[in-house]
């Protein structure tokens, strides 16, 4: 199956840094999903990005599908930011399945 | 629009027992998939089921179980629950269509098996 290796596992920053959390995958895929989890376990949607580059605010994300990764830009991070950071990828020849990498946890502090 | 919802939101078993955790999906959703997230790491997919029939597995013995109903909620049952069961359970619902296939996700059920 597909691998997805997330980097780096941890990163801590203050308050105002940017941050750039990759995703590599392994094989050619048609959906790309980047998560927020926050502590109580929820995964907030970020993006849906198989292919381009998009913003939302301080965030935005890119996947060059070409060349199987993904980036997530965090710009002026807040402490609100902290949390675990996750990108999941699937593949019609997969069935419907869905593979997390093993996420990066990212510290904000004030 | 209401969101993706989990019941119950934390579960207490013995090893042995068995459990049934239900999700209502998203208004339009046609597909649901479940995933076990255990301490520290990434969600690992269940099951998905895509219009009431089981659209592709990940490897969990046949224990792990689902159904999906006509209004498009789902189960997820475990048989002869064992310790390391214990993790906390998502559901996500999407409407699937060709290629496209955006997740949104529940809270979660947290299970813990004694």
């Known amino acids: 199956g597909i691998q997805v290796e997330q980097s780096p596992p941890d990163l801590i920053l203050q308050e105002g840094a940017n941050s750039t959390l990759r995703c590599n995958f392994s094989d050619s895929v048609n959906n790309l999903q980047w998560f927020h989890q926050n502590p109580w376990g929820q995964l907030i949607n970020l993006f849906y990005i198989p292919s381009g580059t998009k913003q939302n605010g301080r965030l935005s994300a890119t996947t060059v599908a070409t060349e199987r990764y993904s980036l997530l830009y965090i710009s002026s991070s807040q402490t609100t930011d902290s949390g675990v950071y996750f990108c999941a990828v699937g593949a019609n020849t997969n069935a419907g399945k869905s593979t997390f990498g093993d996420g990066t946890t990212l510290t904000v502090k004030p | 629009e209401t969101g993706v919802t989990q019941s119950p939101t934390h579960l207490i078993k013995t090893r042995g027992q068995q459990v049934t955790l239900r999700c209502s999906s998203q208004?339009?959703?046609?597909?649901v998939s479940w995933y076990q997230q255990a301490l520290g790491q990434g969600p690992q997919f269940i099951f998905q089921?895509?219009?009431?029939?089981?659209?592709g597995r990940g490897n969990f013995p046949p224990r792990f179980s689902g159904l999906q109903f006509p209004n498009y909620s789902s189960e997820l049952n475990v048989n002869a629950l064992e310790l390391d069961d214990s993790a906390l359970y998502l559901c996500a619902s999407s409407f699937k269509s060709g290629a496209y296939n955006e997740q949104f996700f529940g809270p979660g059920t947290r299970l813990t098996v004694l």
């Open positions: 089921y895509y219009r009431e029939e089981e659209n």
């Open positions: 208004s339009g959703h046609n597909t």
